[in-house]
């Protein structure tokens, strides 16, 4: 499944250019790279396709999937990943806390998040650090 854009039009403020005027694009399968200079709107255009920000004119669409229906909204965006450039720890929330916090937003239970917060962890070989405050880990590379 793949995700286009269609006519997309945003701006950050009512008397701003716009950021994306008209853009469309329908984004290949596999792995793509978006590149451009600081400003040119690429963080703009994968909040837009995550669901973060609404465009003020156009759509987006994940196969037949679009957020802007109510009914279809939890589906989209279950099935779209975001990683954000920056991540700021919940005050207070462990690592495996903070992983079951991003998963029960993303729609699982308390439960499954909880569990599947563990997986998680064990599988970026976070397991021993997730009773750790998630303000104290890096951001970087770990070390072993």
């Known amino acids: 499944m793949s995700i286009s854009f269609r006519g997309i039009t945003f701006r950050y403020w009512r008397s701003a250019s716009p950021v994306l ?12 790279v978006l590149l451009g200079p600081n400003g040119a709107g690429k963080t703009t255009l994968l909040s837009i396709g995550a669901d973060l920000l609404r465009p ?16 279809q909204r939890g589906q989209y965006r279950r099935a779209v990943g975001w990683m954000p450039q920056q991540i700021r720890a919940v005050p207070g929330l462990t690592a495996r806390e903070q992983v079951a916090y991003a998963g029960w937003l993303k729609g699982l239970s308390r439960s499954g ?16 650090l997730m009773d750790r405050k998630a ?9 072993e």
């Not at 003020?56 to 109510?70: A, F």
């Not at 998040?113 to 021993?128: H, I, M, P, T, Y």
């Not at 303000?135 to 070390?143: A, T």
Request: net charge positive; glycine share 12%.
């Open 113 to 128: 998040a909880w569990e599947s917060a563990a997986q998680a962890l064990d599988r970026v070989g976070l397991r021993n």
């Open 135 to 143: 303000s104290e880990l890096s951001g970087g590379s770990c070390e």
């Open 21 to 32: 005027d008209e853009f469309s694009w329908d984004v290949p399968m596999g792995r793509t």
């Open 56 to 71: 003020k004119r156009g759509q987006v669409l994940l196969g037949n999937l679009n957020p802007r229906r109510r009914t």
